[in-house]
């Protein structure tokens, strides 16, 4: 099949997938968990033959030893992303939410109503764990979509891909096509192609893939590529709790999107010396260098400015970050909320780490991505990200010449419904 | 000043207004309007000139007759467009309202909080009253704007803009640059590309407008370009009903885009014949031909189809549709509970006219435009559609380390507040 026709396909697919049961939704999902912990052998043998053929790749150097190890699934990989599916089956049902109800006039009643968006495009490199979560993310919010995975992990992808459509296919009344596989380059230059079909692209990896795809569609992108997040040590900070948060913002897990690349210190802040000794204690390599200021190491290296006062810490942050998460340490509370207030990025922090940047830790229960967009989702998403709305309005014949020429009047009462 | 420096302005005035209060807001709004009346005199001389140029333009057939009425300011405009500022000076606050409040763990609570969106370039045809409308929509919404109007009516827009600018400047702590004014094609063709500072381009114009950004730029656009809306008379449609909404949807605004452009009738419903004939002597043309199925009118014009069942209708309108607002006249609750589940139209509609798809008959009392897109906002928009939120996340010194080792455990605790 060719790409314009998977597409159209995913489009007929969303569409039917948008009007079926939470029940429905609920059972299949806790039906793919079940077999695929039944086939998970045929799944560690497709991952098998992965690795094997990713080997020479490390060998070559066309791939990095960390692609190869997350390219690996192990038990507890697996047991993860099993887990993971049966988690996405317990939350609530992001789509058909009445967001108001609104008595127009007399018998003439709209609702505003949550909807699955349609197609979604997802593009992302050699996790194999993706492709489980994405297609449960999909199925829970009833939108279609069209997956295109890392080369390296091919062979698990269609093995994992072929469990879950093997078993939708085996439920009644489970709309055809919802997930759909690509493979090659050219699919994923025709995707961003495809506006007429395709809705919304999420791609998840690294920074290169995410602007390579920013750059080559009209179509929206749910994403970021940087994650150049900073920590602002105001004036009255308190020094044990400033160590405490920069050493987890930046060693907890450096390669993170939400970890700390630059720290910017009140000029009178009493305690920097004691401050910059500590961190270099925890293995923190500190760098003075202008030129690391819109730089994502993904390592413990942490660019450090001094800066004059709150309103320099805000500029720089506001010039040279990505709109990611940013934190403020201070006592001072109107500093704090000046911070949050200007500081124009999707997470804004007092006296807390960068790191909580993330969809689980906001109680969001699964996470699509994190978003440094200014429309539609920003920050963490969650299934919600997944939904647009449409309005629903319900009359007895109402026409708008009566609202036009004065006979009647319109009402506008919120319903509680 | 180059448009480059223009859009990095309109950026330090967005991250300025967004943080000043709603009172500060409002003064500003009521003074403009105060401002606009007493100036009228002056703007209505700028009108003259503008019409004066515009006449020779008529003429020679550069401009239609009715893009010339458009451009005219009359008393009554003039009226409608000064007390729409006011009336936006009374709608609640959009940005700073807390979406919600949750408590992650003791001591540690996230606000989900709406603010704007930032720089929004806003490009129009030639009706000088967008000018103050879009001004008063970006101040309430504490939103920058770059603004470029049709060249019509230039002389209006400018005058209309400096006296706007000039009661802006006068008071007390508002933000300066915050509505910026730019004249020539090649500064749309510079605003399209400008991704880098520009938020949000909403075109409001025809089709071929709409169109032509739409394909141009990366940044997200709101707005639409058809308008191709549906009525589908069921098999158990009243009669009268069906007459009065269709009659309506077709005649009370032919050129809106929210006015129906196609009829879709049951095969086995009893009246077509006196529908059709009905419609014929309420001046509406009736065309069969399937050309006309993808095709905005704008007059009485109206194509029509027989279609074998409700499926038929839903798959009809999904196809051939624009995704704004398709309705359907029946008795049979089920049908139109299906119909309006499955018609993937931002507004879905039971026995209501199509002609109340509109900002201000859903009560929001000022409309931005409308929305067919899928991400962010769809339908009529009002000031929610230009907003967004952030994340702000108070703590005390919180660490993620504590949640990943054991040490600590999540509440995700929501705080009514």
Known sequence: MDFENIAKTAKAAALEIADIST???NKALLKIADNLEKNKTEIFEANKKDLLD??????SGEISKSTFNRLKLDENKMRDMIQGIRDVAKLEDPVNKKLFVRELDEGLTLYKVSCPIGVLGIIFEAR??????????AIKSANAVIL??????????KT????????????????KNVLQQVFTRDDVAQMLKCDKYINLII?????????????????????????ICHIFV???????????????????YPSACNSVETLLIHEKFPDTEKLLASLQLAEIKLVGDPDTWAFEHGDTTLAFKKVKNLDEAIEHINTYGSGHTDSIITKNIENAEKFMNKVDSAGVYFNASTRFADGFRYGFGAEVGISTNKTHARGPVGLEGLTIYKYKL???????????????????????D
Do not use: C, W
Not at 160 to 175: C, S
């Open 23 to 25: 029940d429905l939704k």
């Open 54 to 59: 990713a080997e020479s790749l490390v060998t």
């Open 128 to 137: 194999p764990d993706v492709i489980a979560q994405i297609s449960a993310l």
């Open 148 to 157: 295109k995975g890392g080369k390296e992990s091919i062979n698990t992808n």
């Open 160 to 175: 994992v891909l072929g469990i879950i459509n093997k078993t939708l296919d085996e439920i009644d009344g489970f709309p």
């Open 203 to 227: 791609p998840r990896g690294g920074n290169k893939l995410v602007k390579f795809i920013k750059e080559n569609t009209k179509i929206p992108v749910l994403g970021h590529a940087d994650g």
């Open 234 to 252: 105001d004036e009255t900070a308190d020094l044990d709790m400033a160590i405490k948060v920069i050493v987890d913002a930046k060693t907890q």
């Open 394 to 416: 319900i009359g007895k014949g109402h026409i708008v010449k009566d609202y036009v020429d004065g006979t009647k009047q319109f009402r506008h009462k919120e319903i509680l």
